[in-house]
C-alpha cells in the first residue's frame, strides 16, 4: 500500500503492472477529488474508493456516474472499505486482462495477409464457401485454405469463436 499526499505526488508516481484500487479522499490539498477522477479516466487509472468527511449526495451522485466503485462517509467503516478496494481490485484486474486479450486479438487479425482477412469478413458474415469464392472470384479451394488459414492464425476453435471475434474487433462485414 502507498499513500500521497497530493493528486500531483500520485500522478507523478509511476505506476506498477500490478491490479490497484485508489482510495481518494474527495478534498486534497492541490485539487478536488473529483477532478483527479476525471484525469484517470484519460490516463487509464484505477478504479476509485472515495472516502469525505464533506460529502453531499449530487457529489457522491457525479463520483459514482464517473465510475467510482463507492462513496464513503467519514468515519468509515472499515469492513464496507475493504470490501470496496476489493472490488476495486477486482475491477482493475478484469480490466487488465480485458486489455491484454484485445491486444492478442487486435495482433492476431494483423498477421492476416490482406486476403484472409477478405475471407475472414466474408464468413463472419454467414457467407458459404462457394458463396464467398464468387464474391472474391477464386475457387471454392482457395478460399477453403484461406479460411483454414484464418482460423489457425486467430486460434479459433470454431465459427461462433471466430464470429465473437469479429464482434470483439469491430470487424463488419462487407458482405
Not at 464513503?72 to 481490485?89: C, E
Request: hydrophobic share 45%; with cysteine.
Amino acid at each position: 500500500m502507498l499513500a500521497f499526499s497530493t493528486a500531483e505526488q500520485y500522478i507523478a508516481f509511476p505506476r506498477s503492472d500490478r491490479a490497484a484500487c485508489l482510495v481518494l479522499d474527495l478534498e486534497l490539498p492541490d485539487i478536488n477529488g473529483l477532478e483527479l477522477q476525471r484525469m484517470l479516466v484519460d490516463m487509464q487509472g484505477p478504479p476509485i474508493v472515495f472516502i469525505t468527511g464533506y460529502g453531499d449526495i449530487p457529489t457522491g451522485v457525479k463520483a459514482m456516474k464517473n465510475g467510482a466503485i463507492e462513496f464513503l462517509t467519514k468515519p468509515v467503516d472499515s469492513t464496507q472499505l475493504i470490501d470496496a478496494v476489493r472490488q476495486g481490485i477486482a475491477a482493475d484486474l478484469k480490466r487488465r486482462r480485458e486489455a491484454i486479450d484485445s491486444a492478442s486479438l487486435r495482433s492476431r487479425l494483423a498477421s492476416l495477409t490482406p486476403r484472409e482477412v477478405e475471407v475472414f469478413r466474408l464468413v463472419v458474415a454467414g457467407l458459404l464457401n462457394k458463396q464467398a469464392a464468387a464474391e472474391l472470384g477464386i475457387t471454392e479451394t482457395t478460399i477453403q485454405v484461406h479460411r483454414g488459414r484464418v482460423m489457425r492464425k486467430m486460434m479459433a476453435d470454431s465459427l461462433p469463436d471466430l464470429v465473437r471475434m469479429s464482434a470483439r474487433l469491430g470487424i463488419l462485414a462487407d458482405a
